[in-house]
């Protein structure tokens, strides 16, 4: 089975920041990467899909990157509205998810 | 617009059964991969298991942590997918989501989950 390393756990951030969070995979899922995002009480939304396509809707300050194993997402200038926890996803092999990222703003 | 409404959750003894479905609207079903993903209060995304379509046998494949346990199956006339958990266990107990895996194989779209308790 194919394990998600995600980091940081959590992040507290200000307003018009910039965010990373990174995402590893134990194996080469290639560009098999996506990114969720989940507000409370709600179902994630994909954010990014492929390693770095942007979902239609979704704002350009989200940027995803990476190919194989290593793979990262950035918010350019983060939000109050952005604030939510992080989810990558492999799509390689069934699926498999990191632990996530859970936003904060300062 | 795909559609996708799960219902069936509950309130449920441990040791007992529940049987989930996933209503789908908007895309051609029968061709579709299906997952059931679940979360717990407060924890992150656990895959379930998924089902692919009849040209692949409507080959089922689960998690280690439900395997023995659940049952994913499908009904292609109702546009319907089913989630049957038995022998259920208070760490069972989670929001659970039908997703459908998009053509292209790379992402999912995401129902709103139904919620199961396991508790006596």
């Known amino acids: 089975d194919i394990q998600m390393t995600q980091s940081p756990s959590s992040l507290s951030a200000s307003v018009g920041d910039r965010v990373t969070i990174t995402c590893r995979a134990s194996?080469?899922?290639?560009?098999?990467l996506n990114w969720y995002q989940q507000k409370p009480g709600e179902a994630p939304k994909l954010l990014i899909y492929?390693?770095?396509s942007l979902q239609s809707g979704v704002p350009s300050r989200f940027r995803g990157s990476g190919f194989g194993t290593d793979f990262t997402l950035t918010i350019s200038s983060l939000q109050r509205e952005d604030l939510a926890t992080y989810y990558c996803?492999?799509?390689?092999?069934?699926?498999?998810f990191g632990q996530g990222t859970k936003v904060e703003i300062k | 617009e795909v559609q996708l409404v799960e219902s069936g959750g509950g309130l449920v003894q441990p040791g007992g059964s529940l049987k989930l479905s996933c209503a789908a609207s908007?895309?051609?079903?029968?061709?579709?991969?299906m997952h059931w993903v679940r979360q717990a209060s407060g924890r992150g995304l656990e895959w379930v298991g998924r089902i692919r379509s009849e040209t692949y046998s409507y080959a089922t494949t689960y998690a280690a942590s439900v395997k023995g346990r659940f049952t994913i199956s499908r009904d292609d006339s109702k546009n319907t997918a089913f989630l049957q958990m038995n022998s259920l266990k208070t760490e069972d107990t989670a929001v659970y989501y039908c997703?459908?895996?998009?053509?292209?194989?790379?992402?999912?779209?995401w129902g709103q989950g139904t919620l199961v308790t396991v508790s006596s």
């Open positions: 908007g895309f051609t079903f029968s061709d579709s991969v």
């Open positions: 996803q492999q799509s390689y092999s069934t699926r498999t």
């Open positions: 492929a390693a770095s």
């Open positions: 194996q080469n899922i290639n560009s098999y």
């Open positions: 997703t459908r895996q998009d053509s292209s194989g790379l992402y999912d779209y």
